[in-house]
């Protein structure tokens, strides 16, 4: 058995090919149907309300079951996914959401369609933290935040398409249709994933060193298609700890005051604010269809917002997009609930749309998985999203009661106080992990010493 498989180092110091479009291609379309069919909801509930299935306070009871779901679903895949591995967890996962949505198309009343939803939920929250944990570990540190950028953007595009194809599905089919759509993409994904290979670096974290080897030298071959490879970066001489005890010791235990805070503060704007657009149109007088086109409107600064992120992650680094992205959401969430005009409207709300979709990106896809070691990254990741989804669960209730006091004002009230919070947490305790191996992060101030001397 090798003493020290140094699969960190080996697959940092891999040229992007071949084997890194495959990962990207077959975790980012499963990442896709995550993001459908959870923005699925904001195509779903504004019908329901409209035709009489639901009313606005069960609508809060839908969206708050399904983060019930997407909290046991983020708890409960950490610990899975670190003692069975990412492929069991990523691959369960995707199963469970796709059978639940089926079902959910079918369901005969409110009451079995929440019921379908926090399944559905379940489902969601483990594939938003395996599926960004597992791509971070087989990417190389130099373009991390950019392949992970990339990735919330797969995940992000199914807010767009989702209102695109509600608005001409719905009319049609109905919104049953929505969940059967959202269902079969995810059976059809998961098929094509069983091929997805494990991640090295987790097994060697396990002690699986043999297996570990085997596999780095199969990613090797592909990888190098028979071309010399750079000298691998020394393998870490800090022991790995898999005892979640260290979570709550420094220094992870800042990461995890940090990744929390963000994560419910993203949450809340995710699903306090987007996700309930339709909603809030429709009660301030639109048809369906014009919500579903004003919605669709801004919903196109979710690619355009994580595209940003994405291509400016690595070269700005992760604490300034964070705070400057931060800084524009309160300027344009302070503007947006005075405008009236029914051209400005969609129009500012499309620019406050790409902040929050440049953190959607920074938070969910790079900055938190980067923040913790391997041997424990699932449940930490898990953890924090887990607070980021309970915090939210009360949020759709919030929601109606500020809207209902004082409309949008009040809503984006709630927002920017939450943004301003964030600023501060990453300005005073967050760490920057740009171009920074994941096996240097373990220690604070661990110096990238082998990237400095290649950049």
Known sequence: MPTSVNAGGRLDRLPIGPFHYRIMTLIGIGM?????????????????????????????IFISMTFVGMMVGSFGTGFVGDRFGRRFSYQFNLLLFGVASLAAAFAPNMTILIICRFFMGIGLGAENVVGYSTMTEFVPAKSRGKWLGLMAVCVVTGLPVALLVASFVVPQFGWRAMFVLGGIGALVVWYLRKNLPESPRWLEAVGRKEEAEALMQTIEREASQGQPLPTPALAPAVAPSSNISTLFTQPLLSRMIVGSICLITIN????????????????????????????????LGAPVGSAIGALTADRWGRKPTIIGSSLIAVVL??????????????????????????????????????????????????????????????????????????????????????????????????????????????SEDAAPVALKQTS
């Open 268 to 299: 809340t704007l995710l699903y306090g604010f987007v996700t309930w657009l339709p909603v809030f149109f429709i009660k301030q007088g639109l048809s369906v269809a014009t919500s579903f086109s004003y919605a669709l409107l801004m919903a």
């Open 32 to 60: 896709f149907f995550d993001g459908f069919d959870i923005y699925l909801a904001g195509t779903v509930l504004g019908v329901t309300l409209k035709t009489g299935f639901f009313t606005l306070g069960e609508n809060a």
């Open 333 to 442: 969430g302070i503007i947006y609930p005075m405008i009236s005009d029914p051209i400005m409207l969609p129009a500012v709300g499309f620019l406050l749309t790409i902040p929050i979709y440049v953190l959607v990106a920074l938070l969910f896809g790079i900055y938190i998985p980067e923040l913790f070691p391997t041997e424990v990254r699932l449940r930490a990741s898990g953890i924090v999203n887990t607070l980021g989804r309970g915090a939210t669960i009360v949020t759709p209730f919030l929601v109606v009661m500020l809207f209902e006091a004082r409309g949008v004002a009040g809503v984006m009230s709630l927002m920017i106080g939450l943004l301003i919070v964030q600023i501060i947490a990453v300005a005073g305790f967050g760490i920057e992990t740009r171009h920074r191996r994941l096996e240097e992060l373990k």
